[in-house]
């Protein structure tokens, strides 16, 4: 089957592990870099299982990133293998067709993001697929958790929603994951160590030359950009923090890398814009020395094994992204730089980012007021929300970025429903109902802004190690 579905001879040594673990009726926590090969731990088995079932059963895949199944899923069906997916990018009408070929047993994958199992049209067609659900995968799991770095409430219900579809053999996925994510992830699925066992890559990566930098202005960022740009021939990458300022050094970054070819990508350019940087970066071969300026944006599902370095212009806002990002380099195994560069004036945005991402219990009332008033019949997105509240007089806290997660928390909260994506990826949402003042804890709100905050820490404590791969081993505890 790997060979007929997947055109590989052989699988590597820890997913031959985790397959084992799965078709054998053990449930799972994997823990890989991405680029590694996550994916197949949980296709291959599902096709599998679904094989020896006389070709009854699904393996249903919850994901949190819309484009990822969008592409994982274009992937498999390139190869012929019978997947889909739904989210709120799916037009209403395509979305109920795929959910009743679903029922029907049409589907060998299925993907979905977990806030669809609330959609009792989905849990009913779940329970109507022959032979049910075969093997339930969690991706980017640290989802789950309060102390991961991207909690989705969703998530938490997940080991409900597994109950509910009868405790089918689950895996657990995710490419960065603490020890206490770990544990809550197995908490929250119903498992613990003995019935969930850890199936975890390395986290060192001896081809990897971690380092970092203390810079004190632009000219020093540049010249640090080029002399790892000259060093390595190849592709790169260049991740900022902020669209601004990678616009702004984009010139600067060009002459100074010379012959190179500087390619930009980040969430404002059209889709189109996008797809053609996203192209070019990927057939880019060595002789090209392509060299890719990128926000975080860039990086989820990219499985270039040769890229030679990447640098952090901006440092990044935890641990766990500072981790996926340098492990982009050097997945041929061939020796790889990673340099990060740590500024004073790029800690104040990161401060900044937390406080945008954690608006205050006033604010999201304030918001909710507003769409209430304004919205209650139409959808609308971030500017939208940022206008009215500024022309209600409640401008104070609605710089920046506070707007898009004050809209994220509420939409989480089940109080806003997100209506699609638009050209850009602005998010559009719709009023679902009225928020109760008991939903927004200001207690966990500050709890989480001073767990964000510690996350920023442990950053900078990074950059001033002496020994970055220990401190990242030390980190993970792996």
């Given at each position: 089957m790997l060979r007929e579905r997947f055109g590989l001879d052989a699988l590597r040594p820890l997913q031959a592990e985790i397959i084992d673990r799965l078709m054998g009726g053990g449930d799972a926590l994997v823990v890989m870099p991405t680029g590694s090969g996550k994916s197949l731990c949980f296709?291959?088995?599902?096709?599998?299982?679904?094989?020896?079932?006389?070709?009854e059963g699904v393996g249903l895949?919850?994901?949190?990133?819309?484009?990822?199944?969008?592409?994982?899923?274009?992937?498999?069906?390139?190869?012929?293998?019978?997947?889909?997916?739904?989210?709120?990018?799916?037009?209403k009408d395509e979305r109920a067709r795929r959910i009743e070929k679903l029922a029907r047993g049409e589907y060998e994958l299925f993907y979905a993001t977990p806030e669809r199992m609330e959609k009792p049209e989905f849990r009913d067609a779940l329970?109507?697929?022959?032979?049910?659900?075969?093997?339930?995968?969690?991706?980017?799991?640290?989802?789950?958790?309060?102390?991961?770095?991207?909690?989705?409430?969703?998530?938490?219900?997940?080991?409900?929603?597994?109950?509910?579809?009868?405790?089918?053999?689950?895996?657990?996925?995710?490419?960065?994951?603490?020890?206490?994510?770990?544990?809550?992830?197995?908490?929250?699925l119903g498992a613990d160590e003995g019935t969930m066992p850890l199936f975890a890559a390395p986290v060192d990566r001896p081809n990897l030359m971690l380092r970092a930098a203390e810079v004190w202005d632009d000219r020093q960022k540049i010249e640090h950009i080029a002399d790892v740009a000259r060093r390595n021939r190849g592709t790169g990458i260049v991740y900022f923090t902020l669209i601004k300022d990678l616009e702004r050094l984009e010139g600067p970054i060009a002459e100074a890398v010379g012959d190179r070819?500087?390619?930009?990508?980040?969430?404002?350019?059209?889709?189109?814009?996008?797809?053609r940087a996203y192209r070019r970066f990927a057939g880019a071969t060595p002789d090209d020395g392509l060299l890719l300026l990128a926000t975080p944006a860039f990086g989820m599902g990219?499985?270039?094994p040769d890229i030679r370095f990447v640098t952090h212009a901006q440092?990044?806002?935890?641990?766990?992204?500072?981790?996926?990002e340098v492990g982009?380099?050097?997945?041929?195994?061939?020796?790889?730089?990673?340099?990060?560069?740590?500024?004073?004036?790029?800690?104040?945005?990161?401060?900044?980012?937390?406080?945008?991402?954690?608006?205050?219990?006033?604010?999201?009332?304030?918001?909710?007021?507003?769409?209430?008033?304004?919205?209650?019949?139409?959808?609308?997105?971030?500017?939208?929300?940022?206008?009215a509240t500024i022309g209600k007089g409640h401008a104070h806290g609605q710089g920046g970025g506070?707007?898009?997660?004050?809209?994220?928390?509420?939409?989480?909260?089940?109080?806003?429903?997100?209506?699609?994506?638009?050209?850009?990826?602005?998010?559009?949402?719709?009023?679902?109902?009225?928020?109760?003042?008991?939903?927004?804890?200001?207690?966990?709100?500050?709890?989480?802004?001073?767990?964000?905050?510690?996350?920023?820490?442990?950053?900078?404590?990074?950059?001033?190690?002496?020994?970055?791969?220990?401190?990242?081993r030390a980190y993970f505890e792996l």
């Open positions: 296709q291959l088995p599902a096709l599998a299982m679904r094989d020896e079932c006389a070709g895949v919850f994901s949190p990133l819309i484009a990822l199944m969008e592409d994982q899923v274009a992937a498999l069906r390139k190869r012929g293998i019978r997947a889909a997916c739904v989210n709120s990018t799916v037009p329970a109507r697929v022959p032979g049910g659900v075969n093997l339930l995968a969690v991706d980017e799991c640290h989802c789950i958790t309060k102390w991961g770095h991207d909690l989705r409430p969703a998530y938490q219900k997940v080991g409900a929603f597994r109950e509910l579809l009868g405790d089918p053999i689950t895996v657990a996925l995710t490419a960065t994951a603490t020890r206490t994510v770990r544990e809550d992830v197995r908490r929250v070819q500087v390619e930009i990508y980040h969430g404002r350019l059209s889709p189109d814009r996008r797809r990219v499985d270039k440092m990044p806002a935890s641990v766990e992204a500072y981790h996926q982009r380099a050097g997945r041929d195994g061939e020796p790889s730089e990673c340099l990060l560069l740590f500024g004073q004036d790029d800690l104040a945005v990161q401060q900044e980012f937390v406080r945008w991402q954690n608006p205050t219990p006033d604010l999201l009332m304030r918001v909710m007021s507003d769409i209430e008033a304004k919205f209650r019949h139409d959808d609308f997105d971030a500017d939208d929300v940022r206008l506070v707007a898009e997660y004050a809209l994220v928390r509420l939409a989480d909260l089940g109080v806003l429903e997100r209506a699609g994506v638009q050209l850009g990826e602005d998010t559009r949402y719709r009023f679902a109902r009225p928020v109760d003042d008991a939903e927004i804890d200001p207690g966990d709100i500050e709890a989480k802004h001073k767990r964000d905050l510690m996350r920023l820490l442990d950053v900078v404590k990074l950059a001033r190690s002496d020994d970055i791969p220990g401190f990242v």
